[in-house]
């Protein structure tokens, strides 16, 4: 069964760039959180989709984007890229259950370094 | 707003010895609380997750935690550390308000522990 996976590992854009970040959930997971994480930080929650939908989101500007796919993978765009969205990016999925708590999978995460 | 504090940022630990990292939130309401470890070159796994009943709650590996609601605390501890346990550790909080299911979470900046053989 595979986990999270996201694409690409690594990713170069200079400043004022777009770029599009991928990932695809937990077999069975049907809701994706994204996540930023600065060096020396920890992760910060950019916003979560659930059916189609962006369900929740954090502080980040609308140059933060994303959408969910009807088979629950997910992508998250970045347009007009600064010098202070270098980080790595993370990608968690999650079944949308009726349990108190339903356990975020993380992937491995997208090294984006902007110059 | 949400907040969560590791202040530890870096612990260097001889095999055997014991751990407690330090781990406080701000938050008024109900919260699930959670501590992460990420190991070298590896994702970020849950260690372990308190949502309520016992306030001490075990994880894997011999990992513990202890809610004190009291503090605003949930300190992680392990009575004798390997070298296997070097790794970087975030605690986070959730808030209760969407039944926790799937709610987004608040983290630490996080501990790296360095264990010396």
């Known amino acids: 069964d595979a986990g999270v996976t996201q694409s690409p590992t690594h990713l170069i854009k200079t400043r004022g760039q777009q770029v599009t970040l991928r990932c695809s959930p937990k077999?069975?997971?049907?809701?994706v959180s994204w996540y930023q994480q600065a060096l020396g930080q920890g992760p910060q929650f950019i916003f979560q989709y659930y059916e189609e939908e962006e369900r929740q989101r954090g502080n980040f500007p609308d140059r933060f984007s994303g959408h969910q796919f009807p088979n629950y993978s997910s992508e998250l765009n970045v347009n007009a890229l600064l010098l202070g969205d270098s980080a790595l990016y993370l990608c968690?999925?999650?079944?949308?259950?009726?349990?108190?708590?339903?356990?975020?999978?993380f992937g491995p995460g997208t090294r984006l370094t902007v110059l | 707003a949400q907040s969560v504090s590791q202040h530890n940022h870096h612990v260097i630990l001889s095999e055997a010895a014991s751990l407690e990292l330090g781990c406080n939130y701000s938050y008024g309401g109900t919260v699930n609380l959670f501590w992460y470890v990420q190991y070298p070159g590896q994702h970020l796994q849950l260690l372990l997750k308190y949502f309520s009943g016992d306030p001490l709650v075990k994880g894997i590996k011999g990992f513990e935690a202890e809610f004190i609601k009291s503090k605003f605390s949930f300190n992680l501890r392990k009575p004798s550390v390997q070298w296997s346990d070097t790794a970087e550790y975030f605690c986070?909080?959730?808030?209760?308000?969407?039944?926790?299911?799937?709610?987004?979470?608040?983290f630490g900046t996080g501990t790296l522990l360095a264990v010396q053989p």
């Open positions: 077999s069975g997971h049907d809701t």
């Open positions: 968690a999925s999650s079944f949308m259950g009726l349990a108190v708590y339903n356990e975020q999978f």
């Open positions: 986070a909080v959730t808030a209760g308000n969407y039944g926790g299911a799937t709610n987004k979470l608040i």
